[in-house]
């Protein structure tokens, strides 16, 4: 099986900055010990996670749990914005045909730019990104 490639090292940066202020931005300080928003890369995806500390006192001090919501795949100049079922699974984000966004294609909500892309997700017309 060939590896993914990679990101462009332009575009990586340009999503480490804007998915980091995403997450900064979407926990206020004050809820951050009890759950924040985190952000990883393989391959040409980026996936964003909702952290949560262990819940039963015996498990204090373990690694907290990660819920991957949000993911965004990179490829042929484009981002494309998926959501994650209850299973894992990824599916393309169901307001991509209601949003009107200009970059749709094949039902996916697609842009050049991530930011575009954090922001429907953000609006969260359908709830598809807030559990």
């Known amino acids: 099986m060939a590896a993914r ?13 804007a998915l980091a202020a995403f997450c900064e931005a979407r926990v206020p300080p004050q809820h951050r010990a ?22 039963r006192p015996e498990d204090a001090g373990r690694p907290w749990t990660r819920m991957p919501v949000v993911q965004l795949r990179y490829g042929a100049g484009r981002w494309r914005l998926y959501w994650a079922d209850g299973r ?14 200009p970059y749709i294609g094949v039902s996916v909500a697609q842009s050049p730019d991530i930011e575009t892309l954090l922001g429907q997700v953000t609006r969260d017309p359908t709830g598809a990104f807030s559990g």
Request: charged residues 25%; contains cysteine.
């Open 88 to 101: 894992n699974r990824w599916h393309p984000d169901p307001a991509a045909d209601a949003a009107g966004d």
């Open 5 to 17: 490639p990679g990101l462009p090292p332009t575009v990586r940066r340009q999503a480490e900055r």
């Open 34 to 55: 009890q759950v924040r928003l985190e952000f990883a890369f393989r391959g040409s995806a980026a996936t964003i996670f909702e952290c949560r500390p262990p819940w």
